[in-house]
């Protein structure tokens, strides 16, 4: 069964760093996304992305953040000055379309230590 | 209110028990709703869609009330494999592509 994939599982870093987060979303979706999860707290929604560029984004995707699609495969998400409060797990998603019954699918979440 | 609210829990329940989650939503043109599965530490996994005339999956029913604007989870006979925190998740009206997600609801059955 297709999957989508991420790495690293865990990313341990220095506060002010750069990070970039990958993921692969299921082949023939079209729709993608990134989630995050603080320890202890719901999944929020970062930004989701369609045809090359961002469709929608929430107060935390601040100018900190950015997303790519660099090779027709790979799905990033940079995090460009990281801080204490950016540690949490970070989901990427698919989905083959937009309609309101469309499944996203979660990939194992790569888990972000800022220190 | 909060866009998505349930009862954290924890919910301890005996083996073969039936138990039943509420969850609520504050928007009424809200479009699609859902109840993800979540293990500790792991990724939210779709259990099943949630449709307006109900559904049902093996031990599982899902119910939505849009009148009363809230979603249930009814799982009959509980198994061990069945702990885990359950997760209310809604699209918003039409237009968004997010999903909303409830702080969830813990689950542990007992042996």
């Known amino acids: 069964e297709p999957e989508v994939t991420q790495t690293p599982s865990h990313q341990v870093t220095q506060m002010g760093q750069e990070v970039i987060l990958r993921c692969v979303p299921i082949s023939n979706h079209l729709y993608f996304y990134w989630y995050r999860q603080i320890l202890g707290q719901k999944v929020e929604f970062l930004v989701s992305?369609?045809?090359?560029?961002?469709?929608?984004k929430s107060e935390i995707f601040d100018d900190q953040f950015s997303v790519e699609r660099p090779d027709g495969s790979n799905f990033t998400l940079k995090i460009r000055s990281t801080k204490l409060e950016d540690s949490a797990m970070y989901f990427c998603?698919?989905?083959?379309?937009?309609?309101?019954?469309?499944?996203?699918?979660f990939g194992p979440g790569t888990r972000l230590t800022v220190l | 209110r909060k866009e998505v609210e349930q009862d954290p829990g924890p919910f301890n329940v005996p083996e073969g028990a039936t138990v039943a989650f509420n969850c609520t939503y504050s928007?009424?043109?809200?479009?699609?709703f859902f109840w993800y599965r979540q293990d500790c530490r792991k990724e939210p996994k779709l259990l099943m869609s949630v449709y307006s005339s109900g559904n049902e999956d093996g031990r599982f029913t899902a119910q939505l009330n849009r009148a009363s604007q809230y979603i249930s989870l009814l799982i009959r006979d509980s198994k061990l494999s069945d702990s885990a925190t359950y997760l209310c998740v809604v699209r918003p009206p039409s237009g968004t592509y997010k999903y909303i997600f409830g702080t969830g609801t813990r689950l542990k059955v007992l042996a």
């Open positions: 928007n009424s043109a809200s479009q699609s």
């Open positions: 992305f369609y045809n090359n560029e961002i469709s929608e």
């Open positions: 998603a698919s989905s083959p379309g937009a309609a309101a019954y469309n499944e996203q699918f």
